[in-house]
């Protein structure tokens, strides 16, 4: 009889658990449809985190993570979905991995997740990450092929967006290409300064208002007339 009831008891117990896990579940799905139709940011990724800890899913701890990294916060992006390349993730995870690490300074631990996505899928804007981020350390040699890739790929309707002046830009994928092209050219041969000058050139020709392309180019002017004052000396 004691045993009876206390597997009653235990039984009793475990469906009010279960109803009450659920309740919150259906709570917080609806508060997360709430804060989505109200665009609150900050209340999405409270339900979120509520969700995942109620009902953990790769689903949803995904869309946590690429809401924190659409609100800016990386570090709080690579912490709920991690920096390891796996071969498991989904592309989103990596996409978020891969720019989120960009923010963050780690060009090379970045490009592990761009290749990855690469070669799942190529496409220019890939291409762009990879070639800007093998610039960045060093490896030009690599880059070339990435840059040849999105020249010849790279369609008049595709655009890449700067942020170096305080109201940001968009120029044709393709002018963006063409720059990488002009400092990739003068990395692989500084003395033919001309060469490098000539593809941001064709950069301009694409898209004249590509502020970051006209300072390279000031910068390379520069560097040419130094050289050539220090020959005439």
Known sequence: MKKTLLLLLLLVGYTGISQTNNDLLKHYEDYYQEMRLQG??????????????????????????????????????LNTIGIENDSNDSDLAMQIKAFSLKA????????????????????????????????????????????????ANATDEMKYAFYERQQPYEVPLKAAFYHLKGLADFNMDKENIDAAIASIDEALKIAPNFNLASLSKQALESRKKEAAEEEEN
Not at 123 to 137: C, F, H, V
Request: hydrophobic share 35%.
């Open 104 to 151: 963050l300074n780690q060009p090379k631990r970045a490009l592990e997740h761009f290749e990855a996505l690469y070669s799942r899928n190529s496409s220019p804007y890939l291409a762009y990450e990879m070639a800007d981020l093998k610039i960045q350390t060093g490896d030009t040699d690599s880059a070339l092929p990435n840059i040849e890739y999105g020249i």
């Open 40 to 77: 609150d940011v900050n209340g999405i990724i409270g339900a979120l985190t509520h969700l995942n800890v109620l009902s953990p899913s790769k689903q949803r701890r995904d869309t946590l993570a690429f809401i924190y990294m659409n609100n800016g916060q990386h570090m709080q992006a």
